[in-house]
């Protein structure tokens, strides 16, 4: 099987993807650049996901597919070579809330767009996102929500990044479910994002339009 | 003189059947869905209390109700689904409860898994019965677990050869989780009878039971309950036959479910929450062959049958409105959420009557005059002409009392029609 992984992965051929991959190291190609193939690939995957092409099903599949990848050429590498990231986001579903569906996809949109994902996962305390923050120095902040008990989690959040002192450092968007405008003036947001795509063009505007 | 509860219950009952028939009532109806664990917050309770102790429930529901005297109301039943005790008792997997894993004051969560894995198609496929037996129930009750020990339950199709197989079940494992799940039972008859008590009160003072009962559609089922979301999307593209044989088989259980129960409860409405069908779930293809087709025949059992099918088109359904337009005329009550309200009443207005989208955001944390502007737009537009019953987007756990009261009291003065 030989064949462009980049277009092969991009159109979620999971067996012909992963036979090139095999067929790659077996005959000593070299593993970097299959994994630079991957990326680029996830980018096209990324791409037909903002342009209403591919859905939540084809994200969850690919992603299926790279962690194979990922897994077959690991083993063969001697360090990973650093990927250029344009900005560091610390993600969440805020307290209370045990919703994920959204968390991820945003994660893998704002991953394949080039930034560095921070993902706490769900039911976040206030306090876990400003000690990731001062860790990472992280300059943009997002929190998910699907319930509707998620607006007073989200301001409580806000409030406390501001008590924190590190409201001046970081931008924070806001989604998921029922969350509006309404809500983002509720909670003190600088921004809510309709969709995950919004969540990108929000996150390269705030490091300066990338 | 006042009208009579009797008399106010048939005005309401018409009221909701001419906007369901697509007629013009003598005002927009309006109804607060799944009206989930607001009571708890209007009447000052949690919802721990309201999910463990049934004269807490009763009387925070009925206060509730017979306060705002919506013109039909969600079954309090099928709000809670199961009482906390039984689910304490049986051990579920499934769920987080409030004041057990969660604040006593939010709603139950769904814990999401994939309780039935990817390679065990074939086994539910050849035994849906002996399957959720021995492999389902012990994976999502704790306390069946043992229930995974017991030889297959149609061994006893041979009859008296058969017979021996009852040795399996004297075993102390499997004799507690059978005790458990009679105790389960116990505390769920208990709750049943406080709801009817409940239902009958309601009827008394004049209001309408909206659904009588709940199905779903059969790829959310699978998607829900049994594969997880995860598991179920890639089965589309590793196992779509097997998916599709699945949806096949759970049809008429569902069909099943919907109609026996509407029959019996006598409301012949059946309420039907989707989930996995929205855009961004799935392509529209992938919509044509997974989800719409058994949806749709689901839906036409129903109306066949004289039931009002109530779909709850979860999250955005504009792409996929002229799908929903194939329906029967003026028998199906669809209730939206972030769906386009003008797209939604240009397609659908001649096909079925529109419920929802009044922003949740609004009834928590707006103003009056913002929520009277929303419901004014939602009568003028969605309204015009019937076939519209004012109702939230979603769940309302968390709205503002206040500012309920102010859309209600909108919706009952502006929304008559004036001819």
């Given at each position: 099987m030989s064949g462009d992984l980049k277009i092969i992965l991009a159109d979620l051929k999971e067996k012909d993807a992963l036979e090139i991959v095999k067929n790659r190291l077996d005959t000593g190609g070299d593993p970097l650049s299959i994994l630079d193939d991957a990326r680029r690939g996830m980018e096209i995957i990324g791409k037909r996901f903002a342009d209403g092409e591919y859905f939540i099903p084809d994200l969850v599949y690919s992603g299926e597919i790279l962690k194979q990848i990922t897994g077959m050429v690991k083993p063969k590498l001697a360090k990973a070579a650093p990927v250029k990231r344009f900005g560091k986001v610390v993600l969440g579903t805020v307290a209370g809330d045990i919703h994920d569906i959204g968390l991820n996809i945003v994660d893998f949109v704002l991953d394949v767009n080039g930034f560095e994902v921070l993902n706490l996962g769900?039911?976040?305390?206030a306090q876990k996102f400003i000690d990731k923050i001062k860790e990472t120095e992280a300059s943009i902040v997002g929190l998910s929500g699907?319930?509707?008990?998620?607006f007073d989690s989200m301001k409580k959040t806000v409030d406390a990044i501001k008590t924190a002192g590190l409201r001046g450092k970081v931008k924070i968007m806001i989604g998921g479910g029922q969350i509006d405008e309404e809500i983002r003036n509720y909670t003190g947001a600088d921004a809510y994002g309709k969709d995950a795509m919004a969540g990108v063009s929000l996150a390269k505007k705030w490091v300066g339009g990338v | 003189m006042g009208k009579t509860p009797k008399e106010l219950y048939q005005e309401r009952e018409k009221r909701v059947n001419d906007a369901i028939q697509l007629k013009v009532p003598d005002r927009v109806p309006f109804w607060f869905?799944?009206?989930?664990?607001?009571p708890a917050k209007y009447t000052g309770t949690t919802s721990q209390a309201l999910m463990y102790d049934d004269s807490v429930f009763i009387a925070a529901y009925k206060k509730t109700l017979t306060d705002f005297e919506p013109d039909m109301y969600f079954n309090p039943g099928h709000a809670l689904h199961t009482p906390g005790d039984a689910l304490d008792i049986i051990d579920s997997k499934q769920v987080k409860v409030p004041g057990r894993e969660?604040?006593?004051d939010h709603t139950f969560q769904f814990i999401e898994g994939?309780?039935?894995?990817?390679?065990?198609y074939d086994a539910f496929l050849n035994d849906p019965t002996g399957y959720t037996i021995s492999t389902y129930i012990p994976r999502t009750f704790g306390a069946m677990?043992?229930?995974?020990?017991?030889?297959?339950?149609?061994?006893?199709?041979?009859g008296y050869f058969g017979?021996?197989?009852?040795?399996?079940?004297?075993t102390p494992e499997v004799t507690a989780a059978f005790e458990s799940f009679y105790k389960a039972g116990l505390a769920i008859s208990r709750h049943n009878s406080a709801v009817g008590s409940l239902n009958q009160e309601l009827k008394a003072a004049g209001i309408p039971l909206a659904c009588g009962q709940i199905t779903l559609a059969p790829f959310d089922v699978l998607s829900d309950t049994l594969r997880g979301m995860r598991g179920l999307m890639l089965d589309m593209y590793r196992q779509p036959e097997k998916v599709l044989a699945a949806i096949e088989k759970l049809l008429p259980m569902l069909i099943g479910l919907g109609v026996s129960g509407a029959k019996m409860s006598g409301t012949l409405r059946v309420f039907i929450p989707l989930h996995r069908?929205?855009?961004?779930?799935?392509s529209l293809k992938q919509f044509e062959t997974f989800y719409w087709p058994s949806l749709k025949k689901l839906m036409l059992t129903l109306i066949d049958e004289g039931i009002t099918p109530c779909p709850f088109?979860?999250?955005?359904?504009t792409s996929r409105l002229e799908y929903l337009a194939d329906?029967?005329?003026?028998?199906v009550l669809g209730l939206f959420d972030a769906t386009d309200i003008f797209k939604a009443k240009e397609i659908l207005g001649g096909t079925m009557c529109i419920s929802g989208m009044m922003p949740l955001s609004l009834l928590q944390v707006g103003t009056p005059q913002k929520i009277k502007d929303y419901a004014k737009k939602l009568i003028d537009v969605v309204g015009k002409g019937g076939g519209f019953i004012m109702g939230p987007r979603?769940?309302?756990?968390?709205?503002d009392p206040n500012l309920v009261k102010v859309w209600v009291e909108f919706t009952k003065e502006y929304g008559v029609y004036r001819s």
């Open positions: 769900v039911d976040v305390p699907f319930l509707t008990l998620a | 869905q799944d009206i989930s664990f607001f969660i604040s006593p994939e309780y039935m894995k990817a390679d065990e677990a043992p229930l995974a020990t017991l030889p297959p339950i149609s061994g006893l199709l041979l017979l021996p197989m009852a040795s399996a079940f004297t069908g929205a855009h961004g779930f799935m088109f979860e999250g955005d359904y329906l029967p005329k003026g028998k979603s769940a309302m756990d968390e709205c």
